[in-house]
């Protein structure tokens, strides 16, 4: 009976330990994308270093996590509910772990941008998006904490709001290109911009999705809602994650 007890300590600790590092990768992918916006918004190549640097960081999490739950399957064996956890830690670092992806290829645009920042304007639309995507991302980690599914299900029922903001954002960004080739370049940076942001919000919802998987033991199967009509969504989106 005590080894029993034993095992079912151990293998709680686990569930533990890979819970905890899906939060310090949460905390750390929140973080890196508010200072890929804010470097963006304000030129500042320091901050956005620091938004790539980080970025190791978040890979090495990701990589333990996969490891410890594999070795967790493998000696285990676990069913049910004790299986779905450790399948679930796996899918969210997965796409925490794009998330910063998204965050380091942000933080980039800043170094390459230049001086070609004439249309403040057009960065706050970028800041908006961030704002809602990282509100998102916020309540779906909350909601993976505390198992709440309906908070999950909310997540995954905005994301048509973050699409449509990424719509008309890419709309005025392709008036201004339009009215005055010199737009082109700095106008295209920040439609990558505003692209990988709005990214973001598709990993929240498949945080939300693997969380609905989580706690009811089935996917979630409507179609998800979707309002992104740019033109760009046409292309495939080549931007290197490396």
């Not at 990768?25 to 980080?54: H, Y």
């Not at 960081?57 to 064996?77: F, G, V």
């Amino acid at each position: 009976m005590a080894n029993q007890e034993h095992i079912v300590t151990s293998f709680d600790d686990e569930l533990n330990s890979l819970a905890q590092k899906i939060a310090e990768m949460g905390g750390m992918a929140e973080q890196q994308v508010g200072d890929s916006v804010a470097a963006l918004s304000r030129r500042d190549e320091a901050l956005a270093q620091r938004v790539i640097s980080i970025d190791q960081r978040m890979d090495e999490l990701q990589r333990q996590i996969e490891d410890e739950a594999t070795r967790m399957i493998a000696r285990r064996q676990p069913m049910a509910q004790d299986l779905r956890e450790i399948v679930a830690a796996i899918h969210i670092a997965n796409d925490l772990e794009r998330v910063g992806d998204m965050a380091k290829n942000t933080a980039k645009r800043v170094f390459a941008i230049e001086g070609n920042f004439a249309a403040q304007r057009l960065v706050s639309g970028v800041e908006h998006i961030a704002e809602m995507s990282l509100a998102q991302l916020k309540q779906v980690l909350d909601a993976y904490t505390a198992r709440d599914l309906d908070g999950a299900l909310a997540v995954w029922q905005r994301d048509d709001e973050i699409d449509a903001m990424y719509t008309s954002l890419f709309r005025e960004l392709l008036t201004y290109m339009m009215e005055d080739p010199r737009n082109i370049t700095f106008c295209t940076h920040l439609l990558f911009c505003a692209k990988n942001i709005e990214r973001i919000g598709d990993h929240a919802t498949n945080i939300a999705e693997t969380i609905h998987y989580l706690v009811t033991g089935v996917p979630l199967t409507e179609e998800r809602p979707k309002k992104d009509t740019s033109s760009v969504t046409t292309v495939e989106y080549t931007e290197s994650d490396d």
